[in-house]
């Protein structure tokens, strides 16, 4: 157990819909970022937060946003869904300030599967 | 920009074999290198790491060393089980606590 926790783990919805995925990091980490794992593209990144700020920016489409709140918790929102978007999304935390050791600890992944 | 290139997969042994699974990297200045494991329904862990040139991960009878004069980062085990089968990544990082550039990932299956 990572101690990072995502919800939900499987999500079924139709194209045009919004859905909203939550992660809890591990107690005392202060970043979250979020990746997406499909077949084609493999694992990319998407975004970093680190103490309610935004970080690092990757490959996240518009139709995508992120945030993340004071207690640290974060979500991602993805609207207007496509086909394209069905996929694992992982999010996985870390300590950026203090003894920062540059290893992430992953969640099990929110399954989203568009229809 | 930075990239992590697997040797394609899926890779399959018979338990007891040797395992090399390669990664080569492309990066601007000098990152830290990660092999990352992801078993069958559960998120990625971390595997080992390494810092600088020339350091050698281990961890779990597997290792890997870092090498910046032929950009690589080949992960080896010397007597694999079947508990090892899984999907393995090679990762970078520039900064401690920043984001992880993966490679595409290795499938490994080993039978008994």
């Known amino acids: 157990d990572s101690g990072v926790t995502q919800t939900p783990k499987h999500l079924i919805t139709a194209t045009g819909q919004r859905v909203t995925l939550r992660c809890s990091p591990r107690?005392?980490?202060?970043?979250v970022y979020w990746y997406q794992q499909s077949l084609d593209q493999g694992l990319q990144f998407l975004i970093q937060y680190y103490n309610g700020e935004e970080r690092a920016k990757g490959n996240i489409l518009e139709r995508f946003s992120a945030q993340q709140f004071p207690d640290l918790h974060s979500e991602l929102n993805l609207s207007s869904l496509e086909l394209g978007d069905s996929a694992l999304y992982f999010c996985?935390?870390?300590?950026?300030?203090?003894?920062?050791?540059?290893?992430?600890?992953f969640g099990e992944g929110s399954r989203l599967t568009v229809l | 920009g930075d990239s992590v290139t697997q040797m394609e997969g899926p890779v399959t042994l018979s338990e007891e074999a040797f395992l090399t699974i390669n990664c080569t990297y492309t990066a601007t200045g000098y990152p830290s290198l990660f092999w990352y494991v992801q078993y069958p329904g559960e998120g990625l862990q971390l595997l080992l790491k390494a810092t600088k040139a020339d350091d050698k991960g281990s961890n779990k009878g597997f290792e890997a060393t870092y090498r910046k004069e032929t950009t690589s980062f080949h992960l080896e085990k010397g007597s694999v089980q079947v508990s090892d089968s899984a999907v393995y990544f090679c990762?970078?990082?520039?900064?401690?606590?920043?984001?992880?550039?993966f490679g595409q990932g290795t499938e490994l299956s080993v039978k008994p």
């Open positions: 107690s005392g980490d202060l970043s």
């Open positions: 996985a935390s870390s300590v950026v300030a203090g003894q920062p050791t540059g290893e992430l600890f």
């Open positions: 990762a970078l990082s520039y900064n401690q606590g920043g984001k992880l550039i």
